[in-house]
């Protein structure tokens, strides 16, 4: 009975490594690099954290953020399966003296590869934001571009914020 308890400890000790290793790479709590980033206009950041959690086939996403413009907080948050129908997307915002205005949404999540992660942000069922996040190789960069496309149909990148992670 000792050899048996014995070689079971062993084995949970051998896979925990392991487990960790197969967490998922977008998981986790990111911070805005605001030197590194390329953003424009009004959805500039002066700060921003993002948390994501993923769990099977679902992810859910907070983000805490201040405009660059004008001082005013937004918090967003979602949990949505990945390919799945559209989810509810709420963004609350808070002006410098305290009015708050509430923004509601849908967002649609896919799951390109391990590391890639595409997100559609939809008001009266049209796209009106599409973003790619790409996890970095060593998993401590995320980088989510901000997507469009040009006269001719071809994808451009609009904005790039690169996160660290935490």
């Not at 700060?47 to 992810?59: A, I, L, N, S």
């Not at 060593?138 to 451009?156: A, H, M, P, R, W």
């Amino acid at each position: 009975m000792k050899a048996i308890l014995g070689a079971l400890g062993l084995c949970v000790v051998l896979a925990g490594p392991a487990v960790a290793q197969n967490a998922d790479p977008l998981a986790g709590i990111w911070k805005l690099n605001v030197g590194k980033s390329n953003m424009k206009g009004d959805t500039t950041s002066a700060k921003e954290t993002v948390v994501f959690k993923v769990v099977g086939d679902e992810e859910s996403f907070t983000s805490h953020a201040v405009a660059a413009n004008n001082g005013e907080k937004e918090t967003t948050t979602y949990t949505a399966k990945y390919s799945g129908p559209d989810a509810p997307m709420k963004s609350v915002y808070v002006a410098k003296d305290g009015k708050q205005r509430v923004e509601d949404a849908t967002v649609a999540v896919k799951r390109v590869g391990d590391r890639v992660r595409e997100r559609f942000v939809k008001r009266d069922g049209k796209v009106v934001m599409h973003a790619r996040r790409v996890v970095s190789d060593d998993g401590k960069t995320l980088t989510s571009s901000i997507l469009g496309t040009d006269q001719n149909g071809k994808e451009v990148v609009r904005q790039t914020r690169v996160f660290d992670r935490q």
